[in-house]
């Protein structure tokens, strides 16, 4: 099993940040290489667009709104990994002076090496924070 993590912080509270990536089915508000995103299951299940036009299906395992936390699994995608399991969270920052966001990520190579997959996912990660950080304070 291969891991990463990345984290950053933004100049919004926990709470309005939580608003904006929270929603399981909120992706495109903040992610601009996913396109789209359709809930099935009674909004336990997200499909995705990317920019490509690729598909990609995730499950929410786990959601707790309190805890500004949730985490999904990917049942269908075009990367080399299975068992996949990540979680975004969100915290507040001493003070109030805005909020830290994690997204970590577990999952098994398939094809590649535990090198290239945490390669991938990290800069998935990465460039999905910056992101959002530009949302925030644009």
Not at 4 to 9: F, K, L, R, Y
Not at 131 to 134: E, G, N, P, Q, S
């Given at each position: 099993?291969?891991?990463?993590?990345?984290?950053?912080?933004?100049p919004w509270p926990a709470d309005?940040?939580?608003q904006?990536?929270?929603g399981f089915d909120s992706l495109p508000d903040w992610l601009p290489y996913i396109r789209t995103s359709e809930l099935s299951e009674g909004g336990r299940v997200r499909s995705?667009?990317?920019e490509d036009g690729g598909t990609i299906v995730e499950r929410l395992q786990a959601f707790d709104d309190a805890a500004r936390t949730y985490s999904y699994s990917?049942?269908?995608a075009p990367f080399p990994v299975t068992d996949y399991l990540s979680t975004l969270t969100v915290h507040?920052?001493?003070g109030g002076a805005g909020s830290r966001v994690e997204w970590p990520g577990s999952f098994t190579p398939a094809g590649v090496s535990d090198d290239e997959a945490v390669a991938l996912?990290?800069?998935i990660y990465s460039d999905g924070l910056a992101?959002?950080?530009?949302t925030v304070t644009a």
């Open positions: 099993m291969a891991t990463t993590t990345t984290s950053i912080e933004v309005r940040t939580w904006l990536i929270g995705l667009t990317n990917i049942q269908q507040e920052l001493p996912f990290h800069g992101a959002l950080r530009k």
